[in-house]
């Protein structure tokens, strides 16, 4: 049975009463996390809105680079950082992110360069030293172009000019490099005007092209008809012109260079456009004959040797080339069975023309024809010469001979011949062998003996007469003696006297010729010293009978 007194008297529990729920304040503690929070969500709203461009570079390797220290610089102003540096999946070279400032998004365009700046010693220029206490660091070249880009392929080295140095850049075609490279200086008139900037091997192998900068404002003097070589080094020439030094500066020995020329009397000509295309020639003197636009082929037949005589020797009028030799040949005449040797020239006829110094004259063209017939008709010839009597180099030279056998111009054949002369050597040659023919033919047998016996005959009568003066002089006073002293002297006066005259002799035999008046003279004389010899015989014997004559004279008779 349940017991009703232990039920529960629910008369005794309260009433539940309603009340709303209080709701919780905001510590203080809390305040300053949420001040942290909003001003990093502002700081990371900042950077994000602020941050600038990211590009990706090219480089061979990672050499200096550190992602998080290599700075970006442009004029020495830091614009960017490195971010990371990969390695391209071909594993080829290396990819450097880098992010730049926001106001550096404008130099990112197609042509910008980007390189590493280290310390750099290359032929004679150092730099990048500071490199060497701050650390490498990331150059830029801001282009000019107008297309926007992100990826840049690095320069191996730093440019050699920047786009914002005023000039120009110019094309040169060359058959080799020579001993150029980047960095090689160009000059003018002496003075370094520019460098190369860049040059590479042509497509099909047949040269290299090389991209030249020109500072201004030495541009402007760079014409449509300027001419340019290579300068680089010592230029020794050995020619018909002697022997030839040639150096630019001590700049060029070390490291090449290059010079270029305008002719003076086109210097008015409009300065070149940017990017011109130009030929560079490997000397000097091929650059400066090749101006000529008007060349002519003339061909000169010499009977004489050309040994000496080299394709590309000068053709000279009075001192001034006019041309050069082009080609060398032989030719055989079978009838005559005789050698010529054809010599090809170029002639370049503007050189003939009249330079005048007022700009208002203009050159009037020269008509080479009628002008040739008439310098030939006055004995105008072409002639070989040595230019140099050290290794015998012959050249072409032009001049008048007034004696030169008649002839003409030889319009008839492909290529003109142009009259020629013997040369000055073979004149003289020709000359020689005449006087030694001329020599040969004399009688020099019969003149030897006649000489031999005149000469014994005087050499007798010389013997007798110092024979009898000693005699004399034995018996003579003193005055006597020195008069016989004088004679003596006399005497060996005579001797020198036919000594030399057997020297005489003897070179008579090489130098006589037979139609001369020498030979005539040379027996006169002969026979006057036979009659010298027989006075003085005469003369010995009257002293030897009458000696007191040499003190009282001689007796009238």
Do not use: C
């Amino acid at each position: 049975m349940i017991d009703e007194s232990q039920n529960p008297d629910f008369s005794t529990i309260p009433d539940a009463v309603y009340q709303p729920r209080r709701r919780r304040r905001l510590q203080l503690v809390w305040i300053i996390p949420i001040v942290a929070a909003l001003i990093g969500a502002s700081l990371a709203i900042k950077s994000y809105v602020e941050r600038g461009p990211v590009i990706t570079i090219s480089f061979p390797n990672g050499e200096g680079l550190e992602p998080g220290k290599t700075k970006i610089k442009y004029k020495e102003v830091q614009i960017g950082e490195v971010k990371g540096i990969a390695i391209a999946k071909d594993r080829s070279h290396v990819v450097v992110t880098a992010e730049l400032t926001r106001e550096a998004e404008r130099f990112l365009v197609a042509d910008t360069r980007f390189w590493v700046v280290r310390a750099r010693i290359t032929g004679g220029n150092v730099s990048g030293l500071g490199t060497l206490v701050g650390g490498s660091y990331i150059g830029v070249d801001v282009g000019t172009s107008a297309v926007r880009n992100s990826t840049f392929k690095g320069l191996d080295r730093p440019p050699v000019v920047t786009m914002d140095v005023p000039g120009r850049q110019f094309v040169l075609h060359a058959k080799d490099i020579g001993s150029l490279d980047i960095s090689s200086p160009l000059f003018y008139r002496r003075m370094q005007v520019g460098e190369i900037m860049a040059y590479e091997l042509d497509k099909d192998g047949s040269g290299v092209t090389l991209n030249v900068f020109v500072r201004a404002p030495f541009d402007q003097y760079v014409k449509p008809n300027t001419t340019f070589w290579q300068a680089s080094g010592i230029d020794i020439s050995l020619d018909a012109n002697g022997v030839k030094v040639t150096t630019e500066s001590m700049l060029t020995i070390m490291l090449g260079g290059i010079s270029f020329q305008t002719p003076e009397d086109r210097f008015d000509a409009p300065p070149a456009q940017a990017n011109s295309v130009f030929t560079l020639f490997s000397s000097k003197e091929e650059a400066l004959k090749r101006p000529d636009t008007v060349v002519e082929n003339y061909v000169l037949v010499f009977k004489e040797s050309v040994r000496g005589l080299a394709v590309g020797a000068p053709v000279d009028l009075r001192g001034v080339t006019v041309g050069e030799v082009s080609k060398i040949n032989l030719e055989l005449d079978p009838q005559r069975k005789q050698f010529s040797m054809p010599v090809e020239i170029q002639f370049y006829p503007e050189r003939l023309q009249a330079r005048y110094r007022s700009t208002s004259q203009q050159r009037k063209p020269v008509a080479t024809r009628e002008l040739l017939n008439s310098l030939v008709e006055h004995g105008f010839r072409a002639q070989l010469r040595s230019g140099n009597l050290l290794t015998g180099q012959l050249y072409v030279a032009l001049d008048f001979f007034p004696k030169a056998a008649t002839a003409k111009m030889d319009w008839s054949k492909p290529v003109p011949e142009f009259p020629t002369i013997a040369g000055s050597m073979e004149q003289f040659q020709a000359s020689l062998m005449q006087i030694v023919n001329k020599i040969d033919k004399l009688p020099m047998e019969e003149l030897a003996g006649d000489t031999r016996q005149a000469i014994k005959t005087l050499d007798t009568t010389l013997k007798n007469t110092d024979q009898l003066l000693k005699n004399v002089d034995a018996v003579l006073v003193p005055e006597a003696r020195s008069m016989l002293t004088e004679i003596r002297k006399s005497l060996d006066d005579v001797r020198s006297t036919l000594a030399e005259a057997r020297k005489t002799m003897g070179g008579a035999q090489q130098t006589l010729s037979a139609d001369a008046p020498l030979q005539k003279d040379l027996r006169e004389a002969l026979r006057e010293m036979n009659r010298a010899g027989q006075s003085l015989r005469g003369l010995a014997d009257y002293l030897e009978r009458h000696p007191e004559s040499l003190i009282w004279g001689k007796k009238e008779k």
